[in-house]
């Protein structure tokens, strides 16, 4: 048996000589006969070494990572073994003879090595007569997840209009079901789930499901095959106020509340930069997470794939912030190269066959789902950057969406699948939004660092192109606040009042103005009228039901048959205040007294308005006065004269030439408050037409000045002039009797022209080594120490009701109403836009110079903003001169001009004592409401400081029953006492019961 099994190997040797033979007799018998005879002269004498950036499945099942061998100098021929040597393992393998030769060979490292640390690596080739050895070092490459979140891209109105957007939202969501239960049995990792982006979209789904449908959602949804995020939609976050964050979130505990199961994170798309103050309100809702995906042209390496934690203006509530790679690259890798043929023609085609409705198909399935897919050079490039830079992370984060508004990929499981057969690492994971933030947390939990400080956001320049909704919007928002606290304050028993649905559905209105969509992709187009008009009625939804709401809140206490009328404070001090009764409310009287029959200084105005500075309004409580019959109170001190303004504790002086504020004099601190210096004064008209720099800005001509208003209350200049883009420009500024307070009232008559154009209003304080502050939602920033490093924008901000500029003796308050978006130093928007890898974006805000440019409108953007804007647009500015920083004078500045006084004719005294008062002037009322089952009170404070501080609640008229922590989902948390402990700049919720 021995002897047999000799000669058949004898037999097999030379049969394969005799077929070497043959074949090497085919390209010349004597060479490679010798060759073959004379095995010294084709043996390799050296190896290079080819590391791959993969890892594949060994024989044993293991990860192992992939070197290519490259022989040099010869191919191997010889049947050989071949030994490997890396960090203790030894590994030898048979390499199979070769007639043709073999001119490289692919080995997988043993499992575990060359993952964490570099490796050198020793391989010994060996054949009969024969040996070689090369050694090399192996660079580490980690074993890294790459977390791939479908999603089409909630743009409402960008490709098609806002009823088709919906339509296209509620179709993807079908077919994102369908294809998570077809492959729920895949692989883990390749089993699909749709995330729908934004509760608005899920929302839509809602609408018009059937029972059936509307089932299966609920069934998904637990299932994790469909993934939902907190976010109502893609806002622009910085130029929300505090409780519009807040309600940003609401809408999705409806949702929460029908499926049974909690959002966790926030998925924000496209929009470069984030709000510091989205960190308290998203933790307030149990939100552990943020991503943010953000559009192409934002390229930004300071925070890309390198999560930390984002922690609030209060130093201690945090989140986990993500930032990934632009959301866009499935459709440069894969939708810009498949085409469906034939390729219908449609009237309005949007941006590409896969975003057009009808569609043409409901989604892409294609013969070859690896093909036009993730490349594999990409992971690398970006992977091995995060490993030079030192972070400690294996994880990878990145979307997968064919454009805004499309059709889903349906490719995307098997191409995952058949990735994943393929590769052990990079392994592709299909995720929700919280399986990657519940992935982070727990493997790196301990390692990310924390972080603090604005992501100022870069789109907010945008919102110019369309001035006058923007100043509803702002407007709008504050009126709501107040309706709120109003309702709450003269109707505390009826907690069910019923106004709750009224209230969520006008706040639906805001925050569809705040996302930030507001036109089509190309608004040359016919179709971008209907798209801008339905942006257009956003804000004005949202400023029609606010007044309404506001009127009906109202309405129970008024009285037209009467003298008497109520003055409302609905903010938590006591305050002195303008008040304004229209013509039709004072028709017949000219006088004011109090209830004891003393008389307040009144005023006519020219425009048959009848105002007076209220005294002393309770917090959130009201005073009683009324109407009578008196002679006109003329002034002893005019206030107004020629080209001045002045009382008692300022002077202003208006320049003849250009209608600017060129003297601002503070007679209490004695200081001048416009920089002499600067190429602008205070209110300086500046029009900047096409790409001219701020030097060749054009300014206002003709100017004539005249005394409008002068009399005991009230003075007040007006400026008319022409203006280069408008038809006219009117500017009047008022000062106050006993008032530091100034006010500027700018309206212009705007040509409509699309002619690249901007509009800015600056005023250049002198405050010398003054510290620049702004509010912002939740927080207060001084934007040149608290807004991160290279990721947020510093050409312009946005500021929610104050900016404040002071030194350690004095300063100056500044507010816009209307515009939320202004420029530091000087113009500085009119540069290229960093797109492309191009970066034009300022690198550090000029330290000393204390100019403040509110950048009032503009038409630069060419996609997705109106192209043009005209008519008469307002805009109110005030300014407050002061001492020392004191965070309670500036914001109590700030939120009277955005919360003012309210008169309603009225036979009743509305309020005799107030539910609820505080006794520590750093910290106010935010927020005070019904439950919403009508049971409770809900009250939000707000702290203005940089420590902690206490405060204690008492009630007037009558203690509650109970007090419970809560949070805005108006959960009922621990018992409370009266004395509420806050973080700086820090929030607490309560839930109150009274009788």
């Known amino acids: 048996m021995k002897n047999l099994k000799i ?242 979130f609401q809408a999705g505990l409806k949702i929460n509340q029908l499926t049974g199961v909690k959002s966790k994170t926030m998925v924000q798309i496209d929009v470069p930069g984030i709000s510091w103050g989205i960190v308290q309100a998203a933790a307030q809702y149990g939100i552990k997470g943020i991503i943010t995906f953000p559009n192409s042209s934002y390229h930004n390496d300071t925070l890309f794939q390198k999560p930390f934690y984002f922690v609030a203006p209060d130093r201690k509530t945090k989140v986990l912030y993500i930032q990934g790679p632009q959301y866009d690259w499935g459709w440069y890798w894969k939708a810009l190269k498949i085409k469906p043929s034939p390729y219908p023609n449609y009237e309005n085609p949007a941006g590409g066959w896969i975003q057009d409705y009808p569609a043409v198909v409901d989604y892409i399935k294609t013969k070859n789902p690896s093909e036009n897919f993730i490349p594999l050079s990409y992971l690398t490039k970006e992977t091995d950057a995060i490993e030079k830079a030192g972070l400690p992370y294996d994880y990878f984060t990145m979307t997968w969406s064919m454009s805004d508004n499309s059709i889903i990929d349906a490719d995307l499981p098997d191409a995952v699948k058949a990735w994943n057969s393929k590769y052990a690492f990079p392994k592709l994971v299909i995720s929700s939004g919280e399986n990657i933030i519940d992935a982070y947390l727990k493997k790196f939990g301990n390692l990310i660092p924390e972080r603090h400080g604005d992501l ?144 307040i200084p009144s005023q006519r105005l020219i425009s048959g308005e009848l105002v007076f500075m209220a005294p002393g309004i309770p917090a959130l409580g009201s005073k009683t006065f009324r109407l009578v019959k008196t002679l006109d109170q003329i002034p002893k001190e005019p206030m107004a004269s020629d080209t001045t303004l002045e009382n008692k504790l300022i002077k202003v002086i208006v320049d003849r030439k250009t209608g600017d504020i060129v003297s601002f004099y503070d007679k209490r601190t004695l200081h001048e408050f416009v920089n002499t210096k600067s190429t602008y004064s205070l209110n300086s008209y500046r029009y900047v037409l096409g790409r001219d720099s701020s030097f060749k800005s054009g300014i206002p001509t003709d100017v004539n000045i005249s005394v409008k208003d002068n009399g005991p209350v009230m003075a007040s200049l007006k400026i008319e002039s022409k203006a280069p883009g408008c038809n006219a420009l009117v500017r009047e500024i008022r000062i106050y009797a006993n008032q530091p307070q100034v006010d500027i009232f700018n309206v212009l008559d705007k040509i409509s022209t699309t002619t690249k154009e901007s509009v800015h209003f600056a005023y250049a304080f002198d405050v010398p080594n003054g510290t620049i502050r702004f509010d912002i939602p939740w927080g207060v920033m001084n934007p040149q120490t608290e807004q991160l490093p290279g990721g947020a924008n510093q050409n312009f901000l946005a500021f929610q009701r104050w900016i404040d500029i002071t030194n350690s003796q004095f300063g100056v308050a500044w507010t816009c109403i209307e515009s939320p978006i202004v420029e530091l130093g000087g113009i500085t928007i009119n540069r290229k836009r960093a797109r492309y890898g191009e970066d034009h974006y300022i690198k550090n805000l000029p330290i000393n110079n204390r100019t403040i440019v509110s950048y009032a409108l503009n038409n630069r953007w060419g996609t997705n903003f109106p192209l043009e804007q005209g008519g008469i647009i307002p805009f109110h500015y005030i300014i407050l001169p002061h001492g020392a920083f004191d965070p309670v004078i500036t914001n109590r500045f700030g939120l009277e001009q955005n919360r003012p006084l309210v008169a309603v004719l009225s036979t009743k005294d509305a309020i005799s004592k107030p539910m609820v008062s505080i006794d520590n002037p750093r910290v106010f009322i935010s927020a005070l409401s019904p439950s919403k089952d009508g049971k409770a009170i809900m009250l939000r404070l707000r702290s203005l400081s940089n420590t902690t501080e206490n405060v204690t609640l008492t009630y007037p008229s009558g203690s509650p029953k109970s007090i419970n922590l809560s949070d805005p989902t108006e959960t009922i948390g621990v018992k409370q006492s009266d004395l509420i402990r806050l973080n700086s700049y820090g929030t607490a919720t309560l839930r109150m019961v009274f009788e």
């Not at 010889?78 to 030769?101: H, R, S, Y």
């Not at 492959?183 to 883990?188: C, D, F, H, R, S």
Request: glycine share 6%.
């Open 7 to 248: 000669l058949l190997v004898c037999l097999f040797i030379l049969a394969s000589l005799f077929q070497n033979f043959q074949s090497l007799h085919a390209s010349g018998f004597s060479k490679a006969a010798k060759a073959l005879i004379k095995t010294d002269s084709v043996f390799p004498n050296a190896i290079e070494f080819e590391p791959q950036p993969v890892y594949r499945y060994r024989p044993d099942g293991k990860p192992g990572r992939e070197i290519i061998l490259h022989f040099k100098n010869s191919k191997l021929f010889d049947l050989a073994t071949m030994t490997i040597e890396c960090e203790g393992k030894t590994e030898t393998t048979i390499v199979p003879a070769n007639a043709n030769g073999t001119t490289a060979l692919t080995i997988l490292l043993p499992e575990g090595i060359a993952v964490a640390k570099d490796c050198l690596l020793k391989v010994t080739i060996k054949s009969k007569e024969h040996q070689l050895s090369a050694s090399a070092i192996i660079p580490f490459k980690r074993q890294w997840t790459v977390f791939v979140y479908p999603h089409s891209h909630v743009d409402i109105g960008y490709t098609q209009t806002q009823e088709i957007v919906k339509k296209i939202t509620v179709r993807n969501l079908i077919n994102g079901m369908e294809l998570a239960k077809k492959t729920a049995n895949y692989p883990v990792g390749s089993r699909y789930i749709w995330n729908t982006e934004a509760v608005w979209a899920t929302e839509n789904f809602l609408k018009v499901a059937t029972a059936t449908q509307r089932a299966a959602f609920i069934d998904a949804v637990k299932k994790g095959q469909v993934g939902l995020n907190a976010n109502y939609a893609n806002l622009n976050t910085s130029i929300c106020s505090d409780e519009e964050l807040l309600r940003m």
């Open 456 to 599: 100022t956001e870069y789109w907010t320049d945008g919102l110019g192109s369309d001035a006058l909704r923007t100043g509803y919007n702002r407007v709008s928002k504050e009126r709501l606040s107040q309706a709120e606290i109003l309702s709450t304050m003269l109707y505390p028993k009826n907690k069910a009042i019923g106004f709750q649905s009224g209230i969520y559905d006008s706040w639906q209105w805001i925050l569809l103005g705040s996302e930030h969509t507001w036109g089509y992709w190309k608004p040359e187009m016919p179709i971008s009228k209907k798209v801008e008009a339905v942006k257009a009625s956003y804000f004005e939804n949202g400023d029609k039901t606010s007044r309404e709401l506001f009127t009906n809140i109202l309405q129970p206490i008024s009285s037209s048959e009467t003298q008497s009328f109520t003055v409302l404070n609905a903010l938590s001090w006591t305050r002195t205040g303008l008040v304004t009764l229209t013509d039709l409310q004072s028709k017949g009287y000219s006088g004011i007294v109090d209830v004891s029959g003393n008389s």
